[in-house]
């Protein structure tokens, strides 16, 4: 896939590389998505961008598809190619997610931690 022409582009996956992630296994979950995209012949479909921080660490590793707005939690290796194989046949991936957007706001699930307030010093 030509990175400037994003006329076929469906999804685009921000994967947290941010230190928290990348002790949760960040660097193997960007790959076996990268790996996946190929393998899936979905490079048309799908982009990736490594991110820093998302600010939801607890949730270690996490993945963010566009442009539905969809936060996933605790990903992997085998759950971020179950993501990935979902997008490239059209389906909604809905196993790990932490939140969704929907009617305007993101709305968490079930289970998923609020998180906490940050401390401006």
């Known amino acids: 896939m030509d990175t400037w022409d994003f006329s076929k582009m469906k999804h685009h996956i921000f994967i947290c590389n ?14 076996a998505i990268r790996n996946e995209i190929s393998g899936q ?6 982009h990736t961008m490594r991110t820093g921080c998302n ?3 607890q949730d270690a590793c996490v993945v963010i598809v566009y442009p539905d707005g969809t ?11 179950e993501l990935v194989r979902g997008l490239a046949d059209g389906r909604v991936y809905n196993k790990h997610v932490s939140h969704y957007y929907k009617n305007g706001v993101f709305q968490r699930t079930e ?3 609020s998180g ?4 401006v010093q």
């Open 71 to 81: 936060w996933y939690k605790n990903m992997d290796e085998q759950t971020a190619k």
């Open 55 to 57: 600010g939801r660490c």
């Open 18 to 31: 941010g230190s928290s992630c990348m002790r949760s296994g960040g660097e193997e979950v960007t790959q």
């Open 111 to 113: 289970g998923t931690v």
């Open 41 to 46: 012949g979905a490079d048309d479909l799908i």
């Open 116 to 119: 906490k307030r940050k401390h």
